[in-house]
Structures are given as structure tokens and as C-alpha cells.
């Protein structure tokens, strides 16, 4: 299966200050296949982006993806309080599909 | 508004059975044309994706479970199902159903619900 990696494991910001999220593939993956999710404590995951940078509905553009082949990035252009959470990324082009293991974005 | 529920029991002894049922609202499992997968998270960590069941009722599973797993569905009720087998306490985690999979991203989710393996 493919193995998904993301980095850093925690991430230490302030609000206002950029987020870049990294997210890696053990193998290469189609950009129409890489997914991020958003999870705040006790809740559902949320999907934000699809297709490597195509925003989901309701999703704001301080959030952006972008990447291909093996490496992609989640970017929070400035982080508003309510983005403090935790960022999965997801491979669904190769079964089964798979997820990062998650960043924590944090309050500095 | 699509709205998934998962609904099932809390705690599973080991050897037994972990059945869960997601209700769906707002969408047609059997004429929509998604997928619907079960993925779960143990705790503290990651997402696994566990399987799905497509519209047409063909199934695809983790192969890390697909020896225990059965996921099915019941078109008149708009509920889909899945049953693991011969629990163990590794199976214990917070269960979440969602819409898609495949090619698809899960892009409604229900809310999820514990279950813990414990004799």
C-alpha cells in the first residue's frame, strides 16, 4: 500500500502567521487523488480540499493545496483561530487508500 | 444537506462480532452513484480506511481486514452496514461512516461512534 508521511508532526503558530503542511507518497500519485481533511477534538473530519488544490464547498481561500508526483502541500495563508486543528492528507488514486498519520497546528 | 449516523453498539467482547449501521439522509445509497466507506481512528491517532460499499452494491475492502470484514447495504432503508469479525482489543477505535471512496474523497462524514473490544 502506498505510505503517506506528513511533516512536521506538530506545527507552532500564531494567529496570522502562515501554515505550510507537507504531505509525501511513498510512490507517485495522480494530483486528481490527494485529499486534505481538517479534524477538530471531537469531530468528524472535514474535507477541504480535493484534486491537490480544488477547495470544498465553504472552504476559504486563506487555505490553498498544491503539489504533484510525490510531494504536496497544504497552505493556511494566514491562520485565523478557528484553524487550529489538526490537517490529514489522503491518497485515494491507489488501493487502498490511505492518510498521513496528521499535523497538528497549534497555538504558539 | 447529506447526514450520515452511525448507530450500533458500544462495547464488543473479544472473538465476537462488531456490527454498526450508518443511516443516511438527504442522498440515495442505491441510486446516486457514490460510495459509501467505513473508516475508523484509533485513539489518538490516525485514519484508516476500513471499506466501501458502492451504489450498485459491490464492495472493495482494506485488504488488513478483508478476512473478517462484511459491508453491505439495505436500499429501503438507506442504511449501510458493516460487520468485523473475531474483535480483538487493536479493534478498538472511533468508527466513522462516510460518503465515498474509491476515486472519490469522503466528503460527508458521520459524527462516528466508540467502540471499545473489552471483555
Known amino acids: 500500500e502506498v505510505v503517506v508521511t506528513q511533516s512536521p508532526g506538530t506545527l507552532s503558530l500564531s494567529p496570522g502567521d502562515r501554515a505550510t503542511l507537507s504531505c509525501r507518497a511513498s510512490?507517485?500519485?495522480?494530483?486528481?487523488?490527494l485529499a486534505w481533511y481538517q479534524q477538530k477534538p471531537g469531530q468528524a473530519p472535514r474535507l477541504l480540499i480535493s484534486g491537490t488544490s480544488n477547495r470544498a464547498t465553504g472552504i476559504p481561500d486563506r487555505f490553498s493545496g498544491s503539489g504533484s508526483g510525490t510531494d504536496f502541500i497544504l497552505t493556511i495563508s494566514r491562520l485565523e483561530p478557528e484553524d487550529f486543528a489538526v490537517y490529514f492528507c489522503?491518497?485515494?488514486?491507489?488501493?487502498?487508500?490511505?492518510f498521513g498519520q496528521g499535523t497538528k497546528v497549534e497555538i504558539k | 444537506q447529506v447526514l450520515l449516523q452511525e448507530s450500533g453498539p458500544g462495547l464488543v467482547k473479544p472473538s465476537q462480532t462488531l456490527s454498526l449501521t450508518c443511516t443516511v439522509s438527504?442522498?440515495?445509497?442505491?441510486?446516486?452513484?457514490?460510495?459509501w466507506s467505513w473508516v475508523r481512528q484509533h485513539p489518538g491517532e490516525g485514519l484508516e480506511w476500513i471499506g466501501y460499499?458502492?451504489?450498485?452494491?459491490?464492495?472493495n475492502y482494506n485488504p488488513s481486514l478483508k478476512s473478517r470484514l462484511t459491508i453491505s447495504m439495505d436500499a429501503s432503508n438507506n442504511h449501510f452496514s458493516l460487520k468485523l469479525r473475531f474483535v480483538t482489543a487493536a479493534d478498538t477505535a472511533l468508527y466513522y461512516c462516510a460518503r465515498g471512496g474509491g476515486y472519490d474523497v469522503l466528503d460527508y462524514w458521520g459524527q462516528g461512534t466508540l467502540v471499545t473490544v473489552s471483555s
Open positions: 489522503q491518497q485515494h488514486g491507489i488501493s487502498p487508500p490511505t
Open positions: 510512490q507517485s500519485i495522480s494530483s486528481s487523488y
Open positions: 438527504g442522498d440515495s445509497i442505491s441510486s446516486g452513484g457514490y460510495y
Open positions: 460499499i458502492y451504489y450498485r452494491g459491490t464492495t
